[in-house]
Each structure stands twice: as C-alpha cells, then as structure tokens.
C-alpha cells in the first residue's frame, strides 16, 4: 500500500516537469547539436591555447564541409604560482590557475551571443625531482584546459538552446 502510494506520488511530481526538455533532443540532427557543429573556434596563443582549442574542436564535433555560423574568441591567463614555502626557502607546493574569457560571435551579424569566463585551478607538490616537478605542471595544464573546454562547450550550447 505504501509502495504504491510513493509510486503514484512520484509519478504526480514527474508530470510537473513537463517544461524540462533535453538539452541534445533529437541526438546529432537536434538544433543544439548542429549548432554546436557550426561553431568556429579562433586560433589561441600558447601552449595552453592550443590545448584548449584541440579540446574545444573535439567536444563541439565541428562539421567538415559544414557551414560555419559563429565564432568562439577565447584569450587564456595561465599562472603558475608558488606556495607553501619550506624551512630552506624552496618552495613546496604550486597552484596552477587557467583562467578564459571567451565570447561567442554570430557570423552572420557581428553580434556577441555570449561572453563569460571560466577557470580552474590545480595544486601541484613540488618534489626532488625537477622532472616530475614538471611534469606534473603538464598534466595539470591538461586537466586545467579539458576542463575549461567542457565548460565553454555547456555555457555556449545553454546558449544555443535558448536561442532556438
């Protein structure tokens, strides 16, 4: 009786979302995603940028042959800064920060549909080895720019939603 009672209650509470509608409706020809498909992103200088950028390309299915109807324009701030300073002045930890701003460009008109930001940061524990010192600045410099990428991508399809 009582399972019954939630079942019907859980369906009542359901039928009240009836304004909710799946972002990627209608899978690789929905309008998000050939939104999505359409978008063209400028080059971005640096190491960073490029990773950004080759992230971006990959998350937004750029269509080849496809016709192009925006531009994302991205400028990136990547910091490295020293913390955590030891007994002998070295230092013992870093933070990574990888800040973006980024606009997204109706080709058509020159209008700007969106202009945000996005960052992250990363901390990284210095040690003995200056190899791995470095190499985990590189990978958090990875995770820093797949994680920005993915949040341009779902602040810029939020956009193409609502504009469709």
């Known amino acids: 009786m009582i399972r019954a009672a939630l079942t019907l209650a859980m369906l009542v509470s359901l039928s009240a979302c009836g304004g909710l509608k799946p972002m990627y409706a209608g899978g690789s020809q929905g309008a998000v995603a050939q939104g999505l498909g359409?978008?063209?992103?400028?080059?971005?200088?640096?190491?960073?940028?490029?990773?950004?950028r080759n992230t971006l390309r990959d998350r937004l299915g750029i269509v080849k042959d496809g016709e192009t109807k925006y531009r994302l324009e991205i400028r990136l701030d990547d910091r490295l800064e020293g913390l955590g300073v030891l007994g002998d002045d070295t230092i013992g930890r870093e933070r990574r920060i990888l800040r973006a701003r980024y606009q997204l460009?109706?080709?058509?008109?020159?209008?700007?549909?969106?202009?945000?930001?996005?960052?992250?940061?990363?901390?990284?524990?210095?040690?003995?080895?200056?190899?791995?010192?470095?190499?985990?600045?590189?990978?958090?410099?990875?995770?820093?720019?797949?994680?920005?990428?993915?949040?341009?991508?779902?602040?810029?399809a939020l956009t193409l939603r609502a504009a469709s």
């Open 105 to 156: 460009v109706d080709l058509a008109d020159g209008n700007i549909l969106l202009d945000g930001t996005a960052g992250s940061d990363a901390g990284i524990d210095v040690v003995s080895s200056e190899y791995a010192t470095i190499a985990a600045e590189q990978t958090a410099l990875e995770n820093l720019s797949r994680e920005i990428a993915d949040r341009i991508v779902t602040q810029v």
């Open 38 to 52: 359409s978008v063209e992103v400028a080059p971005i200088a640096g190491q960073a940028g490029w990773l950004v």
